[in-house]
Nanobody
Framework: VQLQASGGGLVQAGGSLRLSCAASGLAFSWNHMGWFRQPPGKEREFVAAISWSDDSTYYADSVKGRFTISRDNAKNTVYLRMNSLKPEDTAVYYC???????????????WGQGTLVTVSS
């Protein structure tokens, strides 16, 4: 599966952004799409995930209530709507795909190229 992430940028604290991840390739090789982020100098961490088949969603505690993951089947695209952004949300955001849900980035074999989100205070 090929993944293309986009939508990052510079935003002030309290602002919003929407990230997109367009997927192509063999649909049966993945059922869950996840968003991860890697802050400067830190390890990659789980942000959110969604099931392609039943709409189950999963969130890291740090983004619950502020971020919303959704999908558009017709466009094979997953979105991450980020509201009430904080400076600590600054990171490179990646989308990834695998069959079973996991919060561990090491479990994902297919990754997009990443999109930078910078939140200024």
């Amino acid at each position: 599966v090929q993944l293309q992430a986009s939508g990052g940028g510079l935003v002030q604290a309290g602002g919003s952004l929407r990230l997109s991840c367009a997927a192509s390739g063999l649909a049966f090789s993945w059922n869950h799409m996840g968003w991860f982020r890697q802050p400067p100098g830190k390890e990659r961490e789980f942000v959110a995930a969604i099931s392609w088949s039943d709409d189950s969603t999963y969130y890291a505690d740090s983004v619950k209530g502020r971020f919303t993951i959704s999908r558009d089947n017709a466009k094979n695209t997953v979105y991450l709507r980020m509201n009430s952004l904080k400076p600590e949300d600054t990171a490179v955001y990646y989308c990834a795909a695998r069959w079973y849900y996991s919060m561990n980035p090491r479990d994902y074999g297919s990754w997009g190229q990443g999109t930078l989100v910078t939140v200024s205070s």
